[in-house]
């Protein structure tokens, strides 16, 4: 079976400092990856998605990146962190799109970011 | 691009009473329509699906409807429990290709003892 992995779980940084989030998926291959955003009390807002290693499709701009170094990894990045950052962010992941497959997203179990 | 409204925004009932959501859509070309629960401080939980060669799909005490005429679909939970208790997300998308899925704003559903 598939899991979905997120660390950490809570994070609280100063502003101006970097921020690393990772993701990794296991039992699927080649999977679709996404970074969502959840202000408090919010939708779900998509920041990032990529479909390959090293494929990154940027959803809104800001100061968040994001990469695919392996293929069931996803990383979401900051040089200098903004208080506007503070959420939740959400990773997910689909299997690769075929005739077959609808978009059934699978999400893990989230990072808490406080930017103070 | 696709826009998805969802309501109520909360909801509350009690315990044994059934819960309605209701969301609509604005792309046609839709046809993939799922529904996730995320309980507090937790990622969404895909919990039921629709896609659109059916009208109604039911698991258990859940049921979601589909109308692509009138563009709507609803969440129906039969004999709440409080562990029903949670924020419910409708969704939207295409189904073909690196579609995204366009989110609802979210239902608390709030079950009263």
């Known amino acids: 079976s598939q899991t979905i992995h997120q660390w950490p779980a809570t994070l609280v940084q100063p502003v101006g400092s970097p921020l690393s989030l990772e993701c990794t998926v296991e039992?699927?291959?080649?999977?679709?990856l996404y970074w969502y955003r959840q202000a408090a009390g919010r939708g779900l807002q998509l920041l990032f998605y990529?479909?390959?290693?090293?494929?990154i499709s940027s959803e809104v701009p800001q100061n968040l990146s994001a990469s695919r170094p392996q293929d069931r990894q996803f990383i979401l990045s900051s040089k200098k962190l903004l208080l506007s950052d503070s959420g939740f962010y959400l990773c997910?992941?689909?299997?690769?799109?075929?005739?077959?497959?609808?978009?059934?997203?699978?999400f893990g179990p989230g990072t808490r970011l406080t930017v103070l | 691009g696709e826009n998805v409204e969802q309501h109520p925004s909360t909801l509350s009932v009690q315990e044994g009473d059934s819960a309605v959501i209701k969301c609509t859509y604005s792309?046609?070309?839709?046809?993939?329509f799922p529904w996730y629960k995320q309980e507090l401080g937790k990622g969404p939980q895909l919990i039921i699906d629709?896609?659109?060669?059916?009208g109604e799909k039911k698991d258990q005490r859940i049921a979601v409807t589909l109308n692509k005429t009138a563009k709507h679909f609803s969440l129906h939970i039969t004999e709440t429990q409080p562990e029903d208790s949670a924020v419910y997300f409708c969704?939207?998308?295409?189904?073909?290709?690196?579609?995204?899925?366009?989110f609802g704003t979210g239902t608390r559903l709030t079950i009263i003892p």
């Open positions: 997910a992941w689909r299997s690769p799109p075929s005739g077959k497959t609808y978009n059934e997203q699978f």
């Open positions: 039992g699927t291959s080649n999977p679709n």
């Open positions: 990529s479909v390959g290693i090293g494929q």
């Open positions: 792309d046609s070309a839709s046809n993939y």
């Open positions: 629709i896609r659109s060669n059916v």
């Open positions: 969704a939207a998308s295409r189904v073909f290709g690196n579609e995204k899925l366009t």
